[in-house]
């Protein structure tokens, strides 16, 4: 079975810093788009970052730009997300999401597979 699970959220100061990590299994990794999301409460789930198979390109929201970075590391099976001078607009649950193909996608609907989040928030 495919499993993917998010750790390192938690509590920070703004303008403090994370990094979030998806422990991958169960599926060719490096064939995947990796990317992130995050929902807040009573928001609906948002596209944050992606990164394609081959860990090449990337593509970010404006609103993490130059903040987040986005990357993985095929031979461990794992994904980050650094995140950088956070702003309490980031305050979210941040979910990882494998979806099989070349390109890099910001599409929910377009994911094959989720974990099960992780909780990020940023205080003032």
């Known amino acids: 079975q495919v499993q993917l699970v998010e750790s390192g959220g938690g509590l920070v100061q703004a303008g403090g810093s994370l990094r979030l990590s998806c422990s991958a299994s169960?599926?060719?990794?490096?064939?995947?788009?990796m990317g992130w999301f995050r929902q807040a409460p009573g928001k609906e789930r948002e596209f944050v970052a992606v990164?394609?198979?081959?860990?090449?390109?990337?593509y970010y929201d404006d609103s993490v730009k130059g903040r987040f970075t986005i990357s993985r590391d095929d031979a461990k099976n794992t994904l980050y997300l650094q995140m950088n001078s956070l702003k309490p607009e980031d305050t979210a649950v941040y979910y990882c999401?494998?979806?099989?193909?070349?390109?890099?996608?910001?599409?929910?609907?377009?994911?094959?597979?989720w974990g099960q989040g992780t909780q990020v928030t940023v205080s003032s």
């Open positions: 999401a494998a979806k099989y193909g070349r390109s890099t996608y910001q599409g929910s609907y377009e994911y094959d597979y």
């Open positions: 990164i394609n198979w081959t860990g090449g390109r990337t």
């Open positions: 169960g599926l060719p990794f490096s064939t995947y788009a």
